[in-house]
């Protein structure tokens, strides 16, 4: 089972780094627009 994981992984790397990239860039507009309000 670990080998299978591990074989996803490595298969899957390139969409995984930008599903990553889509998760931080997610997390900053929903920081930003909470406290897009306190600045106004």
């Not at 490595?10 to 929903?30: F, K």
């Amino acid at each position: 089972m670990a080998r299978e994981i591990k074989s996803i992984i490595v298969r899957s790397r390139d969409t995984i780094l930008m599903d990553a990239l889509g998760v931080a860039a997610l997390m900053v507009m929903l920081l930003v627009g909470l406290a897009l309000p306190g600045l106004i």
